[in-house]
């Protein structure tokens, strides 16, 4: 399974914003519906084995929405629908438990320390502009039980570059120019699916 952790700093926990202005009233939400789509949609079907966890930090409760490619359903390639499947899951009462909204999202409270602690058997792999070059990893290194974590325009705070440092993860880098979250999501996909650095 691959995993994809996008942590939204500003992104809103409630259902409370319009789908007419996503990035004006959902604190940037569009930028993790453009990586949901980057993570999933082929260009006739889903990816069945991908699971994408959004960490929405822009209320009082961080809360978790996680989509499973397995069981997803009703996943379009537009901003607007996956915000409003979104919307559906944050409009749950979320607690320490997940809840399903739709097939294949689930929601709860937490932020970035729970995801961590769920993946913690996966090879945990943070995107950063100067991390090590990806194509210096092995090819063990970016298999498919690896987990990506990416930040948000924002980037990430001292306290989470902590925990991530504390999880072990490997620091590594798409390239020195900043790439949008959606974009590097394309690139990691493209990396596994061609087997790059298996062929050195």
């Known amino acids: 399974m691959r995993n994809f952790i996008i942590v939204g700093h500003k992104a809103t926990t409630t259902p409370n914003f319009s789908l007419e202005d996503i990035p004006g009233t959902s604190g940037r939400l569009d ?5 949901v789509t980057a993570a999933f ?14 960490i929405l930090l822009g209320g009082e409760i961080p809360k978790t929405i996680r989509l499973v490619g397995e069981t997803l359903r009703h996943l379009n390639p537009d901003e607007r629908t996956t915000a409003a499947l979104l919307k559906k899951a944050l409009a749950l009462p979320a607690a320490a ?65 902590s925990l991530i440092e504390q999880a072990g993860a490997r620091v590594v880098s798409l390239g020195s120019t900043s790439l949008h979250a959606d974009h590097c999501v394309v690139l990691l996909n493209w990396l ?6 298996m062929q050195g």
């Open 31 to 35: 930028i993790l519906c453009r990586a």
């Open 41 to 54: 949609v082929l260009s006739h079907g889903i990816r069945k084995d991908v699971c994408v966890h959004l």
């Open 97 to 161: 438990e997940w809840a399903m909204s739709t097939s294949g999202i689930f929601v709860r409270t937490g932020g970035l320390a729970e995801v961590l602690a769920d993946l913690k058997d996966a090879k945990l792999i943070y995107l950063r502009e100067d991390g090590a070059d990806i194509r210096s990893l092995d090819a063990g290194g970016l298999s498919g039980d690896a987990a990506f974590i990416l930040g948000d325009h924002t980037g990430m705070t001292p306290e989470e570059e």
């Open 192 to 197: 596994l699916d061609t087997n790059v650095l």
